[in-house]
């Protein structure tokens, strides 16, 4: 079993700062991918960004220069700090990863159980 756990939510005013975190847990051979997707009320999922094992990103253009995702893989945690937030930023953010498992000849893809981050005025 392979779980993901996020934290990090929460209330932030319009310019305002918030750290997520997502550690990974249980029968892991190994990690290849993780990422943090976002879906806002009436909106489809969509990527955030995302960081390879050997820690090549991406970004969405919406979040390009004020978002960085990092990772620590000796903790399998990566973190999402996001800077000068928007109200459009609101979401519920959920953490992505593709993992190989313990005993498994192939990696599939793990969701987290979302966090909300609310940017309000």
């Known amino acids: 079993q392979v779980q993901l756990v996020e934290s990090g939510g929460g209330l932030v005013q319009p310019g305002g700062s918030l750290r997520l975190s997502c550690a990974a847990s249980?029968?892991?051979?190994?990690?290849?991918?993780m990422g943090w997707y976002r879906q806002a009320p009436g909106k489809e999922r969509e990527l955030v960004a995302g960081?390879?094992?050997?820690?090549?990103?991406n970004y969405a253009d919406s979040v390009k220069g004020r978002f960085t995702i990092s990772s620590d893989n000796a903790k399998n945690t990566v973190y999402l700090q996001m800077n000068s937030l928007k109200p459009e930023d609101k979401a519920v953010y959920y953490c992505?990863?593709?993992?190989?498992?313990?005993?498994?000849?192939?990696?599939?893809?793990?969701w987290g159980q979302g966090t909300q981050v609310t940017v309000y005025s």
């Open positions: 992505n990863a593709d993992i190989r498992s313990s005993g498994s000849m192939h990696s599939r893809g793990y």
């Open positions: 249980g029968s892991i051979f190994s990690i290849y991918h």
């Open positions: 960081i390879t094992s050997g820690g090549s990103t």
